[in-house]
């Protein structure tokens, strides 16, 4: 039984080279689409891509909707369903352009991958999730203990985050140097931060936080 096609295999590696250094896509981008990728050979028991047909995407979309999460049990979510097909889409309409597949892949038949009206309105609908309010922050810090120096550094990393509203990542890439304590800012400098879309900007403490920046 085939466990790859190397056929296949230089197609994505060029498809994934294209997503990085031309779109300037982030490595987990590509793993989401190298995951999705994976799960249709699987489906296809690793069929050369030129064979596509709209049918096979009719096939791994049933398919696909009777998978479960392996952490949860579940099955997978509207939003899973719709990130894994619609990088699937995208692919095959690359590939349909691509010097030795242009006569062998109909453009229309990516369509098929759609999910249906309703799924892709539940997989793309904004959810509130609850947020503790702002007294509630300011409680659970007065409470934290205070009395060793990892203690202290626990509370002060949870003001720091209040204050800042940064994301954790960044914080977690933060130095010494990217924080002014005096100002209250801090610049988020995106060659050694990991600031959103690698963005370099400066933030500034909220100004209603003097009790938490003490």
């Known amino acids: 039984m085939l466990k790859h096609n190397a056929e296949n295999e230089r197609a994505k590696r060029k498809y994934l080279i294209f997503l990085k250094e031309a779109k300037r896509q982030d490595e987990s981008s590509l793993d989401t689409v190298a995951m999705a990728l994976s799960r249709f050979e699987k489906y296809t028991k690793f069929k050369n891509f030129k064979a596509f047909h709209f ?38 309409q690359w590939l349909a352009m691509q010097t030795g597949y242009k006569s062998r892949i109909n453009y229309t038949d990516t369509e098929y991958f759609n999910l249906s009206q309703k799924d892709s309105r539940i997989a793309t609908a904004r959810r509130i999730k609850p947020v503790p309010t702002l007294e509630q922050i300011k409680h659970t810090i007065e409470q934290m203990p205070k009395s060793t120096d990892i203690e202290k550094r626990n509370r002060a990393l949870f003001a720091f985050t209040i204050l800042t509203g940064m994301r954790d990542s960044a914080i977690a890439s933060l130095k010494l140097k990217h924080v002014d304590v005096i100002v209250g800012s801090v610049f988020q400098d995106a060659r050694e931060v990991k600031t959103k879309f690698s963005k370099t900007f400066t933030s500034y403490f909220f100004r209603w936080g003097m009790k938490l920046r003490q």
């Open 55 to 92: 049918e096979q995407a009719i096939g791994f979309k049933k398919y696909l909707a009777k998978q479960e999460n392996k952490q949860t049990g579940k099955p997978l979510s509207k939003a899973t369903l719709n990130s894994t097909l619609r990088s699937l889409k995208t692919f095959f």
